[in-house]
């Protein structure tokens, strides 16, 4: 994909990682970026094709306003998420529902919704922003983790069924960004544009999945081998 003269819809697109692909995408060239957000008016809007927009992935309505308000789109950038930290035995149910909804249901309505956008555009592209704990867990992120590894095998399912269409479906995997969501976190933090900017690179040459970081990489080469051995050196390096 040339994101020259596409147009884009990037969810969560008020801060972040999200922030950082409307801004990739302007300087490549797009024509136009749907900043979505549950409040658009925190949308900062620093150039005219920004088109601030509401949505929450978690309220259906939202969403069919958006295919309605932009029926244009050709490549969507699903990255809106929560942590609520909750853990799967002993944290609140009501916060592991909500962030299951917010990973695989929401990213999935979204999809679902815009595919016929998509398809109406020649097909263009979809892009997932998940994560390294896809593939693993820590403490305190098991309500994420298992909320990221579904939506990171919904990822390769709904790239079976749009490959018909012509949409190419791509998967995002990352450790920690430096974003407001890990503020809190004292290890290394991978800058957010270069986030967006390995995914734009990677829909460049049709690249259906991008690893971002080293501590992502050493995850999944991690899946083929003895998990006592991986969750060893995981508690090592994360002092817990």
Same mark, same amino acid.
């Given at each position: 994909?040339? %994101?020259?003269?596409?147009?884009?819809?990037?969810?969560?697109?008020?801060?972040? %990682?999200?922030?950082?692909?409307?801004?990739?995408?302007? =300087?490549?060239?797009?024509?136009? #970026?749907? &900043?979505? &957000?549950?409040?658009?008016?925190?949308?900062? $809007?620093?150039?005219?094709?920004?088109?601030?927009?509401?949505?929450? $992935?978690?309220?259906? +309505?939202?969403?069919?306003?958006? #295919?309605?308000? &932009?029926?244009?789109?050709?490549?969507?950038?699903?990255?809106?998420? %929560? !942590?609520?930290?909750?853990?799967? #035995?002993?944290?609140? +149910? !009501?916060?592991?529902?909500?962030?299951? =909804?917010?990973?695989?249901?929401g990213t999935l309505e979204m999809i679902r919704a815009f595919s016929p956008v998509l398809a109406a555009q020649g097909g263009g592209a979809v892009v997932n922003v998940l994560s390294a704990l896809s593939w693993f867990a820590a403490p305190s992120s098991g309500a994420y983790s298992a909320a990221k590894a579904a939506a990171w095998n919904m990822t390769n399912g709904v790239r079976l069924e749009l490959a018909a269409q012509g949409t190419l479906v791509q998967g995002v995997l990352l450790g920690v960004a430096d974003t407001d969501l890990t503020a809190g976190y004292?290890?290394?933090?991978? =800058?957010p544009r270069d986030v967006a900017r390995a995914s734009l690179d990677a829909l460049a040459a049709d690249r259906i999945e991008v690893i971002v970081d080293d501590w992502t990489a050493m995850v999944k080469a991690s899946l083929s081998g003895d998990p006592a051995a991986f969750y060893r050196q995981v508690t090592e390096l994360l002092g817990s």
């Open positions: 994909m040339d %994101i020259s003269g596409q147009i884009a819809l990037v969810s969560g697109a008020n801060r972040g %990682i999200g922030r950082q692909f409307v801004l990739e995408l302007l =300087d490549r060239g797009a024509s136009k #970026v749907y &900043a979505a &957000a549950r409040r658009p008016e925190s949308v900062e $809007v620093t150039d005219e094709r920004i088109v601030p927009l509401r949505l929450d $992935v978690l309220d259906h +309505a939202t969403i069919e306003r958006a #295919v309605d308000a &932009a029926p244009d789109v050709s490549l969507l950038i699903n990255n809106a998420g %929560i !942590s609520t930290g909750a853990k799967l #035995v002993t944290g609140d +149910a !009501s916060e592991i529902r909500r962030e299951m =909804d917010t990973h695989f249901w004292e290890g290394p933090k991978t =800058d």
